[in-house]
């Protein structure tokens, strides 16, 4: 028994020994294999495909001139305002008021319904609210008291944005363009038009009387008309824009004035939301200084208190996939007629049949598969069928085909016909090498528009790239189906 244990525990022992033996061994193996391979691959700098137009458009600073009228106090006192920055406000609508003491209260009761409406716009502030935009705080304020105001003239039959004949009988008093409610003396709008609390000296500009020196922010100065203290009769309480027709004037350099010669019309980004419109351009002079003159007909209530705005001149309007110069290559293709092509047996692969010849001098038929790199006939005919068609009604093109699947001299047969090609013909495609799969695959591109540097290429195209691919920089670097290591 004791020879028995002891010669069990010996095989136990070569066992284990040659178990741990052949693991390290594999592992071994496997990193001896990694590094070959890492050190034999071919390493290439990669691109990632992305995009969108050739080149960013040009940002400009441009200048907003606008039908501008400043309304003054007629007479001095404490100022509590009843339209909102922005609001537009029709002629006689009620804008703001003057009393003689600072922080009237006026005894104003209000309807179940009514109070709603005031927590309802408070509500929607307040879940609106952002901490960088605290100036609206302020607008808002004035609005709600404006709403209250009118809710309370609208309790006593008064509209609130408009004088009526009525209004006498109303508890309301009409004095020369202005009301009397309660203690306070409510003035209205001269004219119909969008009420901004600020003045910067612009006001009154037209086109024709801009200057080079008008361009400069250097010196620009606005001055906030809101306050809580009281003005004196003259003073300026708020800016009233009177047509929704603006103009943008845009300082160009002698390049983009020269790109722009030619336009019309012309797209405007407005970096401060986002927000597009496209307006009539036209290219003058102003002193030595040339500049573009957009005229725009609305979303100037969205920058009515901003003289200098931020805009993207949307010019280059080509849109794809965006692929550096460098990675483009060329490849070598048989071409054969697209009359010649043909489905597989189970309708999923598209081929060719070959005509073979046997010993015995006997013709047989195969389906040969091939990849379709680019079917010209499809291209030209996406909407419509051609005009040139063959006896059996396909359509007149080539496919591109790999020159792997084929040699010279092979003989393609019709479907359903006697007639043959002879594969030969060959051309060029351009494109690019794919590193998705570890090693260079082609990719055929369609050069839509190209600098010096980059080129953009047709998206959706047969074989083609997709966004988010990772390429080959420098196409001539490698070779089809090299394994690769990007970096």
């Known amino acids: 028994m004791t020879f028995i244990k002891n010669l069990l525990k010996i095989i136990k022992k070569i066992f284990t020994f040659n178990i741990a033996t052949l693991l390290f061994g594999a592992l071994f193996i496997y990193m001896l294999i990694t590094v070959l391979l890492y050190i034999t691959s071919t390493h290439v700098t990669s691109y990632q495909v992305t995009a969108g137009p050739l080149s960013r458009n040009p940002v400009s600073t441009a200048l907003a001139v606008r039908d501008e009228e400043i309304v003054t106090a007629e007479s001095p006192g404490y100022v509590r305002y009843y339209a909102r920055e922005g609001m537009k406000v029709r002629k006689n609508g ?16 209000l309807s179940k319904d009514q109070l709603e409406e005031v927590r ?63 203690n306070q003396v409510v003035h209205t709008a001269p004219n119909a038009g969008l009420v901004v609390y600020s003045t910067d000296g612009y006001e009154g500009k037209t086109v024709e009387d801009l200057t080079e020196e008008d361009f ?84 100037m209530v969205r920058y009515a208190a901003d003289r200098f705005l931020k805009i993207e001149l949307v010019i280059n309007t080509q849109s794809g996939l965006k692929i550096p110069m460098s990675s483009i290559v060329t490849k070598e293709f048989y071409m054969i007629p697209s009359s010649f092509l043909t489905k597989g047996g189970n ?70 016909t006697e007639e043959t090609f002879v594969v030969g013909e060959i051309d ?36 083609g790239l997709e966004a988010f691919d990772r390429i080959v920089e420098d196409g001539e670097s490698v070779k089809e189906e090299d394994i690769l290591t990007g970096k």
Do not use: H
Not at 132 to 146: I, L, P, V
């Open 216 to 299: 400069s922010q250097k010196a620009y100065e606005k001055n906030d008309l809101l306050t809580d203290e009281e003005i004196k009769a003259g003073d300026p309480v708020y800016k009233l824009i009177r047509d929704d027709n603006w103009t943008l004037m845009v300082p160009l350099s002698d390049k983009l004035a020269a790109k722009l010669a030619d336009r019309s019309s012309i797209k405007v980004k407005f970096l401060k939301d986002g927000e597009t419109q496209t307006g009539q351009l036209s290219i003058m002079n102003v002193g030595s200084q040339k500049v573009a003159k957009i005229a725009l007909k609305n979303g």
């Open 347 to 416: 309708e999923d692969s598209a081929g060719f049949l070959r005509e073979t010849v046997t010993k015995g001098g006997e013709k047989t038929i195969e389906f040969v598969s091939a990849t379709i790199y680019k079917n010209t006939a499809e291209e030209s005919q996406d909407t419509e069928v051609s005009e040139n068609t063959d006896d059996t009604g396909s359509k007149d093109g080539y496919c591109y085909v790999d020159k792997q699947t084929f040699k010279d001299g092979d003989v393609l047969r019709k479907p359903e």
């Open 120 to 182: 309802a716009g408070i509500a929607d502030f307040s879940n609106n609210f952002s901490g960088t935009d605290f100036y609206d705080t302020y607008s808002f304020k004035y609005e709600m008291q404006g709403l209250i105001f009118q809710q309370a003239l609208s309790s006593q039959k008064a509209p609130a944005d408009a004088v009526e004949d009525d209004e006498e009988e109303s508890g309301v008093t009409v004095i020369q363009g202005s009301k009397t409610f309660g």
């Open 94 to 109: 009620n804008v703001y008021a003057l009393s003689d003491t600072k922080n009237v209260k006026a005894d104003i009761t």
């Open 428 to 463: 060029y495609l351009e494109g690019v090498y794919s590193m998705n799969k570890g090693y260079a695959v082609f990719r055929q591109i369609d050069i839509i528009d190209q600098n010096e540097e980059y080129c953009i290429v047709k998206t959706n195209t047969s074989y």
